[in-house]
Each structure stands twice: as C-alpha cells, then as structure tokens.
C-alpha cells in the first residue's frame, strides 16, 4: 500500500475527532438517561413494595390487592427503558474507543494499522464507514 502523506491522515483524525466528540455527548446523554430512567423504576418499585405490604396488614387487604395489579403494567415498560439505555449508552463506549484507538494509531504515522482501525470503527455505519474509506483511498491514489 503507497505511504499517506502526514496532512492527509491528520485531515481524516481530525474528522475522527469530531466524531468522537459527537458520541462523548451521545454517551453522556445515554448515561444520563439510563440513571433517571433506574432511579424512577427504583422509586416504582418501593413504592409498588410499600403499598402491597400495606395492603396484606389490613383486615381485608389481601381482597383489594387484586384490584391494585394493574400498577405492576407500569413496570415492564421502565425495565425496558433502563435496559435500552444502558445498551445505547455500552454500544456507544465502545464506539468511542475504537475510535480512540484509531486516532491513537494515526497520531502515531502508523499507515497500515490506521487503515484496519478505520475499517474496525465499530460506532460508524456502513454508509460513513465507505466513505472515510473512500476518501483515504483518493488520498492514497
């Protein structure tokens, strides 16, 4: 493979680096999601918990408790939430250090490693995958 000239893999870590800063947001964003979204199903779950131990305390609690299930709907939907957010916010971490690594490879001239990193972003679809790629190919032709 021909060498690529220093401007041109800085010009394309550049590109990188705002792609990294651009998921560092999305990743902040995702974390914070995911702890609101755990902290509301806690506070649910509590209270979900302190309402049913009230209800068997009383004479005939057990009797209304049947009447009070439809409290437990509200459940499935914020565990699906936590646990969507905690997958966007993991899938993105590793998103930015592959593209870290990247971008370490670069900053080191290391051409050959640069170009298999850059075909390993994991975070990149393919669409913006094919075009850095194309672009270092007219860099390098």
């Known amino acids: 493979m021909p060498q690529i000239e220093s401007s ?6 550049q590109i990188l680096e705002f792609e990294h800063a651009s998921h560092c947001r999305k990743r902040s964003m995702c974390l914070l999601m995911f702890v609101i979204f755990f902290g509301v199903l806690l506070l649910a779950l509590t209270l979900i918990g302190l309402h049913v131990a009230g209800l068997m305390f009383e004479r005939d ?3 209304e408790l049947g009447g009070d299930l439809w409290v437990l709907q509200v ?4 565990a699906a939430a936590v646990v969507s957010f905690f997958t966007a916010w993991w899938a ?3 998103c930015i250090n592959s593209i870290e690594r990247t971008l370490f490879v670069a900053r ?4 050959h490693l640069f170009v298999r990193f850059l075909d390993e972003v994991q975070c990149a679809d393919k669409k913006k995958r094919r075009l850095l790629l194309d672009l270092l190919k007219g860099v390098v032709t």
Do not use: F, S, V
């Open 8 to 13: 041109d893999l800085e010009t394309i870590a």
């Open 61 to 63: 609690g057990a009797a």
């Open 75 to 78: 459940l499935a939907p914020l």
């Open 92 to 94: 993105t971490q590793n």
């Open 108 to 111: 080191a001239n290391k051409h």
